[in-house]
């Protein structure tokens, strides 16, 4: 299974914007990044994915670095509902299906 | 739309009892898993399967079983519960392919006393 490391925790302020990093230096081709977040008490929740280039929705950006070896989930404006353990995994086309999670970064929001 | 829905919510058992931790996805997905959440700690995979008739371990398998007679439905069986497998558990599918989401339940909180 390909492997990533995040940081255990991060801290941000309200409305300022949050860069979490992901690390998959043996990410394959065939890999996708994806993104999920879990609010306290909750299952986890999709966020985000990509394959290569750079990806935007309503709930973040995914910037994915030219080499594919490392990846950065971007909070445009962090509020305190964003405040949860957000986890980077690689999910492979065609490959194993066996998805292991990390044990993620934890966010924390200041007011 | 219902997603992966697990039932019960919560649960509480005596060490030696037994039960089935129910998961039923209404989205015809092909892969369909299941996870523990320890307090404070990550996601550990206990069991998936890629199709009705297919299972195979994940991380954690020791205590359970499973099975998949059809697409919807992947049960977890718990046969002798011991106080270790106090956690919260997830079910969750997916479609086939690289950029197919995974889509979680809402968690079946299990506590063995």
């Known amino acids: 299974d390909a492997k990533t490391t995040q940081p255990n925790s991060m801290e941000s302020n309200e409305e300022e914007p949050v860069h979490l990093p992901c690390n998959h230096s043996?990410?394959?081709?065939?890999?996708?990044i994806h993104w999920y977040r879990q609010l306290p008490s909750q299952g986890p929740e999709y966020v985000i994915h990509?394959?290569?280039s750079n990806v935007n929705n309503r709930m973040a950006s995914l910037a994915i670095a030219e080499d594919r070896k490392s990846s950065t989930l971007i909070l445009h404006r962090a509020t305190l509902r964003d405040a949860a353990v957000y986890y980077c995994?690689?999910?492979?086309?065609?490959?194993?299906?066996?998805?292991?999670f990390g044990k993620g970064t934890k966010l924390t929001v200041n007011p | 739309n219902a997603g992966v829905t697990q039932t019960p919510k919560f649960r509480i058992l005596k060490i030696g009892q037994s039960m089935t931790l129910q998961c039923t996805q209404d989205?015809?997905?092909?892969?369909m898993y299941w996870y523990r959440q320890d307090p404070g700690m990550g996601l550990k995979l206990i069991y998936y399967?890629?199709?009705?008739?297919?299972?195979d371990k994940g991380e954690v398998p020791n205590g359970y079983n499973v099975s998949r007679s059809t697409t919807e439905d992947f049960p977890l069986r718990l046969e002798l519960a011991a106080p270790s497998q106090t956690s919260v558990y997830f079910c969750?599918?997916?479609?086939?392919?690289?950029?197919?989401?995974?889509?979680f339940g809402d968690g079946t909180r299990l506590s063995i006393l």
């Open positions: 043996t990410i394959s081709g065939t890999d996708y």
């Open positions: 995994i690689l999910i492979t086309q065609g490959g194993s299906e066996k998805l292991v």
């Open positions: 969750a599918s997916r479609m086939t392919g690289g950029n197919q989401p995974q889509h």
């Open positions: 989205m015809n997905h092909n892969y």
């Open positions: 399967s890629v199709g009705a008739g297919i299972t």
């Open positions: 990509g394959l290569t």
